[in-house]
Nanobody, 117 residues
Framework: QVQLVESGGGLVEAGGSLKLSCAAP????????MGWYRQAPGKQREKIATISSGGSIIYANPGKGRFTISRDNTKNTVYLQLSSLIPEDTAVYYC???????????WGQGTQVTVST
């Protein structure tokens, strides 16, 4: 069982920044895609961004221009830099890992981000 360990959430004032981290174990397939999603209360989970093991990045609408995804393949860790935060960014942020061999989908436990006015 692959466990993803997330960290970096918390309470921040509007306009502030946070950096989220998500570490995967070292024995995962080297061919994979890691990403970040979020779910606000009463809303569906939505994609923020994904990054492949080769470095290809896709951003979805949430946080576009304000959030930056990156990864360190030597640590099997993906990061999400949140900048210029607004109260509407308040949500639980989830890390996702898709491995190709074998094909499998994993989720982190989620980390709460709360943006105050």
């Amino acid at each position: 069982q692959v466990q993803l360990v997330e960290s970096g959430g918390g309470l921040v004032e509007a306009g502030g920044s946070l950096k989220l981290s998500c570490a995967a174990p070292g024995n995962i397939s080297s061919l994979n895609v890691m990403g970040w999603y979020r779910q606000a209360p009463g809303k569906q989970r939505e994609k923020i961004a994904t990054i492949s093991s080769g470095g290809s990045i896709i951003y979805a609408n949430p946080g576009k221009g304000r959030f930056t995804i990156s990864r360190d393949n030597t640590k099997n860790t993906v990061y999400l830099q949140l900048s210029s935060l607004i109260p509407e960014d308040t949500a639980v942020y989830y890390c996702n890992l898709i491995t190709m061999t074998p094909m499998h989908d994993y989720w982190g436990q989620g980390t709460q981000v709360t943006v105050s006015t």
